[in-house]
């Protein structure tokens, strides 16, 4: 099996610099959301896919949203840590037998949907 390419987007960093909200997507069209909360940390594993181009930010979230999606909670992590972003991607491409980050974009980069587009 191939070791999927994987996109970050970057929704925001924490006072000390560290990334406390971030996407995950695969080049498959998973998508994962990681964050930061008050006792730790949480992860949405979206089972639906990115299956068709998109014009807004926005709009994946809500086509995946309208299928089920699985919770994992990291409590008292007080950061994201790498070990969460290979959590999430073992579960959204399996066998996993690693994975290359191909982009880190933040969330109002320019031309963000074109570049998801493309990647996916």
């Given amino acids: 099996m191939s070791i999927p390419k994987v996109l970050l987007i970057i929704h925001k960093k924490n006072r000390r610099g560290i990334i406390s909200d971030l996407d995950i997507i695969l080049e498959d069209g998973s998508a994962a959301y990681l964050y930061e909360k008050e006792n730790g940390a949480g992860l949405v594993l979206y089972q639906n896919r990115i299956n068709a181009p998109i014009a807004a930010y926005d709009e994946i979230w809500e086509k995946l949203s309208k299928g089920k999606a699985y919770y994992k909670d990291f ?5 994201i840590l790498d070990d969460m972003i290979h ?11 690693g994975f290359s980050i191909s ?18």
Avoid at 75 to 79: D, F, N, Q, S, V
């Fill in 103 to 120: 982009q880190i974009l933040d969330k109002d980069a320019p031309h963000l949907c074109e570049n998801i587009n493309t990647f996916i």
């Fill in 75 to 79: 409590a008292e992590i007080p950061e």
């Fill in 87 to 97: 959590d999430a991607i073992e579960w959204l491409w399996f066998p996993n037998q």
